[in-house]
């Protein structure tokens, strides 16, 4: 079992910048692919990237690349996503996702595990 905990959305004026935290518990953390995905208001969920357990291979959206960039800390099971030059179309609730796998996984269905979310908003 995979509990995961995010952390760091809020408020931000366009072109500003977020990093949103996720905390995993138990010990697959190293051999699980994890990745973020978003929930704009009144839309469907939608990818935002992936990261490979050894951190080694990222993946964004398209529209995302450039501004956001995933990363991992194994000795922290922490998985981190740096998001730059916001924009108010970038306003969701963001949520990690956690597989047992080693390949990159671009659907939601591919993920096992899933934290609540954090709220993201952009506004000026």
């Known amino acids: 079992q995979v509990q995961l905990v995010e952390s760091g959305g809020g408020l931000v004026q366009p072109g500003g910048s977020l990093r949103l935290s996720c905390v995993a518990s138990g010990r697959t953390f190293t051999t699980s692919t994890m990745g973020w995905f978003r929930q704009p208001p009144g839309k469907e969920r939608e990818f935002v990237g992936t990261i490979t357990s050894s951190g080694s291979i990222t993946n964004n959206a398209d529209s995302m690349k450039g501004r956001f960039t995933i990363s991992r800390d194994n000795a922290e099971n922490t998985v981190y996503l740096q998001m730059n030059s916001l924009k108010p179309e970038d306003t969701a609730v963001y949520f990690c996702?956690?597989?047992?796998?080693?390949?990159?996984?671009?659907?939601?269905?591919?993920?096992?595990?899933w934290g609540q979310g954090t709220q993201v908003t952009v506004s000026s």
């Open positions: 996702a956690a597989a047992l796998s080693r390949r990159l996984l671009v659907r939601s269905s591919d993920y096992t595990y």
